[in-house]
């Protein structure tokens, strides 16, 4: 069982389409992370949220961590195909430095 | 500046050999961090360092694992002898010592097939 439960699995919409990726926890976290991987590479942040509520804006990516700090949701507006990768949530455990990661979500943006 | 370096980007050898997979943090870095990935397992977390002193090796599947880390800027993992199940894309990551930032910053991986 992941410690962080992303959804949906797998997206696959048009370019110039929007669409929110979630990732949800039983546990709170002191920090979530969101990651972005593509094919061939390694995982690159793009982000990270600390304060329950916050909001973050990478240009067209929008970041929300939930105010309970056990969820967290990405939001891309007009996705172009440069957006096509997969896309993790991650968190710390406890106090120490290890991170758990979600599954992913894999989103293909069709031209 | 660069990033996490990692040799080979590509690595294909037969069940029973010795295959050893590098990493060179970024400068400055703290820690560093080794990861497997699969379709099936995703991303998983086999072993980490702390100014070169393992911390926590509990990912490490199995006695063929080993990991070594001599120096701030040089780190081996090492599968003897290598099996098929170990085929997977092996990514090691380095973080800075801040207080409430977790944030890892991965190399490109090695791809290890095991025929």
């Known amino acids: 069982t992941q410690l962080l439960e992303q959804s949906p699995q797998f997206l696959s919409i048009q370019e110039g389409e929007n669409l929110t990726v979630y990732c949800n926890s039983s546990?709170?976290?002191?920090?979530l992370q969101w990651y972005r991987q593509e094919p061939g590479e390694g995982p690159v942040l793009l982000v990270t949220?600390?304060?329950?509520?916050e909001v973050k804006k990478l240009k067209r990516l929008t970041f929300q961590f939930g105010d309970a700090r056990k969820d967290s949701s990405l939001h891309i507006t007009a996705a172009q195909t440069g957006d096509t990768g997969l896309y993790l949530c991650?968190?710390?455990?406890?106090?120490?430095?290890?991170?758990?990661f979600g599954a992913g979500t894999t989103v293909t943006v069709r031209a | 500046d660069a990033g996490v370096i990692q040799s080979p980007r590509h690595e294909v050898t037969e069940m029973g050999q010795e295959v050893t997979l590098r990493c060179k943090p970024i400068s400055g870095h703290d820690y560093l961090f080794w990861y497997r990935q699969t379709m099936m397992r995703g991303l998983e977390l086999l072993i980490y360092?702390?100014?070169?002193?393992?911390?926590?090796d509990s990912g490490m599947p199995e006695d063929r694992f080993s990991a070594k880390m001599p120096n701030a800027s040089f780190s081996t993992l090492k599968i003897q002898p290598s099996e098929p199940r170990d085929s997977a894309v092996y990514f090691c990551?380095?973080?800075?010592?801040?207080?409430?930032?977790?944030?890892?910053?991965f190399g490109p991986g090695t791809r290890l097939t095991v025929t």
């Open positions: 990551a380095s973080s800075l010592d801040r207080a409430s930032s977790y944030e890892q910053y």
């Open positions: 360092f702390n100014n070169n002193v393992p911390i926590d």
């Open positions: 991650a968190g710390p455990r406890s106090n120490d430095y290890k991170l758990s």
């Open positions: 546990s709170v976290f002191s920090s």
């Open positions: 949220v600390v304060t329950g509520g």
